[in-house]
């Protein structure tokens, strides 16, 4: 095998390891295989979740504003799924490629995205490595002046607000302790979470 | 077989093979989605075939170059890799230690769908080009075809300076 080959099933492998993971395929292709039968049903199934404020992780046809379709549960598990791939469009200001392919996690409403400059974060911070983190709105609110954010181990634990950074352009994302962080960004009239997943130097050091 | 069961021991991988395929999270669970619907919706028939996964990928891959057809009226690729590596810059942001470990990656979303698919099918399945002729729908000569001017064009934006390339 020549190198060119070798880098190829290198890289490869190291895709198909940040394939997205949909835990009920099967059940998602019954459910997008009747509703495609009939439209009635379709939003009635709608109406029925939206009535009951929960999502279920039904694929939209039509995409949210970063083209990703939206399966929230009520109170899914802390899980941090960071996308290696492709910015959204609304992302890519500030980057000199058109297509930037950068690592990035997205919020559950698919509005916001923090694009992860040091690739994983680490805690405490690595000496090398800063927990460089850009978040990029899509819609901003209208008075980011009331945008706070808490973050709570596994999404449970007790409430942390002190030293989280204001989720606005750069900023450096120190978390209290190794664990998946639920980052709860609230504003005048909105609410949103994004899930980080904090690693201990050790493990933010091995290579992917 | 059930439809089910099919899901369960292969779903995973049709996950990783359809990420590979596009590099796209989105697209990817797009297509894993469509072959499993179209599969689904005949499933006694395919299920009766000696390799439904054959077929199902088969739906999936086909359906990646119809969207990188109708994507290509659009957009142009390019042979630039836009950002420097971390060797060219220096390094020192971590930002650029990412891009050098993508550059493979970006370097494959120079390649034609048919070139890709043909480099994944090898080099990631495992296929011989009899089997990626059967996935593709096309011979084997065409399947080398793709493999070669595939890694002539990866060899070309990875090292431009060993092979210059004219303009496609």
Not at chain 1, 13 to 34: F, N, S, V, Y
Not at chain 2, 81 to 104: F, Y
Request: aromatic share 6%.
């Amino acid at each position: 095998m020549n190198d060119l080959e070798d880098q190829l099933a290198g890289a490869f492998e190291r895709l198909a390891e940040q394939a997205p993971h949909h835990a009920d395929l099967a059940g998602t292709t019954r459910r997008r295989a009747r509703r495609r039968r009939g439209n009635t049903l379709a939003a009635f199934m709608a109406a029925s979740v939206a009535a009951a404020g929960t999502v279920l992780a039904v694929t939209s046809d039509r995409p949210g504003p970063s083209g990703t379709d939206i399966g929230i549960a009520a109170s899914p598990p802390c899980q941090s799924d960071v996308t290696r791939a492709v910015l959204p469009e609304w992302a890519r200001a500030g980057f000199s490629d058109r297509r930037p392919v950068m690592p990035f996690v997205t919020s559950a409403s698919g509005n916001v995205v923090g694009i992860l400059f040091g690739d994983r974060l680490s805690s405490p911070p690595r000496a090398d490595v800063a927990n460089k983190v850009l978040w990029v709105w899509h819609d901003l609110p209208a008075d980011t002046t009331t945008l706070h954010a808490t973050a709570r181990l596994n999404g449970t634990g007790p409430a942390v607000t002190t030293g989280l950074p204001t989720p606005l352009g750069p900023s450096y994302v120190d978390l209290p302790g190794p664990g998946c962080w639920r980052l709860t960004l609230t504003w005048a009239g909105g609410k949103d979470t994004i899930d980080l997943q904090a690693l201990s130097p050790q493990d933010a050091a091995r290579p992917s | 077989m059930e439809f089910e069961e099919y899901v369960a021991a292969r779903g995973r991988a049709l996950e990783r093979y359809a990420f590979v395929l596009t590099g796209d999270r989105q697209r990817s669970q797009d297509l894993v989605q469509i072959a499993l619907l179209k599969a689904y919706r005949r499933w006694r028939q395919v299920a009766r075939v000696e390799h439904p996964d054959a077929y199902v990928r088969r739906i999936l891959t086909t359906s990646y170059l119809d969207w990188r057809r109708r994507r290509s009226s659009t957009e142009q690729t390019t042979g630039d890799l836009p950002e420097p590596s971390a060797e060219a810059s220096g390094g020192g942001d971590p930002a650029d230690q990412v891009v050098l470990r993508d550059e493979v990656l970006r370097a494959l979303a120079t390649l034609t769908p048919h070139q890709r698919a043909v480099l994944v099918l090898r080099h990631y399945e495992g296929y011989d080009d009899v089997a990626i002729g059967a996935v593709l729908g096309c011979s084997e000569v065409t399947v080398r075809s793709h493999a070669t001017r595939g890694a002539q064009r990866l060899r070309a934006v990875l090292d431009p300076s060993s092979q210059p390339e004219a303009p496609r």
